[in-house]
């Protein structure tokens, strides 16, 4: 079974000093967020509002606006009166984000490969390059930013920058699932031949073949739910 390293605790070294001159609750929401789809933050993990407050040293009230925001993304579960604790990855809200994420992506595909622009070509290949560099590393959170930042580019150059934010804060539960996925063999490589695939079907100027490409690139993962599943009882609903 791959193995993911445990959070230190919340109130370890590693939590980043607050830039004061921005609110609280994002930056703290932000931190959260990430320590969670890393796995940092496994499934399971309990989360102390009052050592939260104590480590950014700050109030309870920002920490408490953060994890609601959490749980309005179905990140953690508050029980009142009694824990928070990082909800385990829901298959149905993950498919649910997957369909989102490629009716959406789907469409921009098509759009872009109907005009196809050689600098934004450029610009798509030099982040491949820089994902490939971070599969070399075997560095897979950083493949992961990588991955995220490729399709955000997408967005950006089809005009509609803000959906990208709805799909993210829709996608917990699908991101967290391909992120126990992409350690296991061929996985990570297969996901920067998908980019590549697209990339070319964008510059060729193939919206037919751009949305086939985009639509096997986005399957991967659903397809390996049982296995996954199996490998991370623990982690992932039944």
Request: one cysteine or more; glycine letters at 4%; aromatic letters at 6%.
């Amino acid at each position: 079974m791959t193995s993911f390293a445990k959070s230190p605790s919340i109130d370890s070294p590693s939590t980043p000093l607050l830039d004061r001159s921005r609110h609280a609750a994002p930056q703290v929401l932000d931190h959260l967020r990430e320590q969670i789809m890393s796995l940092e933050l496994p499934p399971g993990s309990v989360l102390s509002r009052q050592d939260i407050a104590v480590n950014f040293g700050l109030s309870q009230t920002p920490v408490r606006d953060a994890l609601n925001h959490l749980a309005e993304e179905g990140l953690v579960e508050v029980f009142a009166q009694h824990k928070t604790a990082v909800s385990r990855i829901d298959i149905r809200s993950a498919k649910q984000s997957h369909f989102l994420r490629r009716s959406i992506e789907l469409e921009i595909v098509r759009v872009l490969a109907r005009k196809p622009d050689p600098e934004f070509d450029q610009t798509l290949r030099a982040q491949l390059t820089r994902q490939q560099a971070s599969l070399d590393s075997g560095n897979y959170q950083q493949f992961m930013d990588d991955d995220q930042f490729f399709h955000r580019q997408l967005y950006e150059a089809a005009g509609v920058p803000d959906l990208y934010g709805i799909v993210q804060r829709h996608s917990g539960h699908i991101d967290r699932l391909r992120r126990l996925h992409i350690p296991q063999p061929g996985k990570a490589s297969s996901i920067v031949d998908g980019h590549r695939q697209i990339i070319d079907a964008i510059a060729h100027g193939n919206p037919e073949e751009a949305m086939r490409c985009l639509e096997a690139h986005l399957s991967g993962t659903l397809s390996w739910i049982d296995s996954i599943r199996a490998r991370f009882p623990d982690y992932v609903t039944n």
